[in-house]
């Protein structure tokens, strides 16, 4: 299956890219639960748009069932009290837009082992959003766990690949310039040193997705399945090959 242009038209017009990326996400899930040795599981997280809610609760009624008023305890003088105005007050940039494929290893309860992110056009668009998507995937390299990041987005110009490499360790030599890519990282020790090992693959439209390494603890390595999941959400979305 050859990649297409999701975020351009005539494509874009006629399909919304969040819902083949969701189902992306899903077929991926899918896919690998499969094949994963017992006690890990794939789960799909995609969240558009994420907006933060504020509700408002009821004011406590000081009265019992019958009307009448009682003595207020310590939870009421809990409930009143105000802080005062904070010290500072500055602006973050949240991520609007994940969708990622998270691994859990099921010990004791379910423990993040890796994590596939399929970037979205709002982690390339302003430079402070670019950053939170680096630095979230930074976290991860930096708790051990493995990654592997796919960018098919082709109306917005920016490399995160690049800037994540530059965000966990200085690189002086070249660095993968395509701006379509999949790349796979696997943080690892050797000789008492963490080392952090990188895949990485040139991605082009109207050419088929590569295999991707996805390692889970204990050595264990999967083949990460982009061209037959890819292949499987556009068929399950009625999207035809590119001519």
Not at 210 to 234: A, H, N
Request: proline letters at 9%; hydrophobic letters at 40%; glycine letters at 6%.
């Amino acid at each position: 299956m050859t990649l297409q242009d999701h975020f351009r038209p005539p494509l874009s017009t006629r399909r919304h890219w969040h819902a083949f990326h969701n189902a992306w996400a899903t077929y991926i899930a899918a896919d690998l639960n499969r094949r994963l040795p017992e006690g890990f599981f794939a789960e799909p997280n995609v969240q558009f748009g994420v907006e933060i809610d504020v509700t408002t609760f009821e004011e406590i009624d000081l009265r019992d069932s019958a009307g009448r008023g009682r003595s207020a305890g310590p939870e009421d003088a809990a409930a009143a009290w105000r802080p005062g105005p904070p010290a500072r007050v500055l602006p973050i940039s949240l991520l609007d837009d994940v969708s990622e494929v998270l691994l859990f290893k099921q010990e004791g309860g379910p423990e993040l082992a890796a994590a596939i992110e399929l970037v979205s056009p709002s982690n390339k668009d302003r430079p402070e959003r670019r950053e939170a998507f680096v630095t979230k995937c930074a976290a991860y390299l930096q708790q051990g766990l493995t990654l592997v990041v796919v960018d098919v987005v082709t109306d917005r110009r920016a490399n995160l690949h690049r800037d994540l490499l530059a965000q966990v360790h200085p690189v002086r030599a070249d660095v993968l310039s395509s701006e379509l890519y999949a790349t796979a990282y696997r943080p690892v020790r050797r000789a008492g040193e963490t080392m952090l090992e990188i895949w990485e693959e040139p991605l082009a439209l109207g050419r088929a997705l590569p295999t991707m390494p996805l390692w889970l603890p204990g050595d264990l390595v999967l083949p990460l399945d982009l061209d037959g999941t890819y292949e499987r959400t556009c068929r399950e979305q009625r999207l035809r090959p590119a001519p």
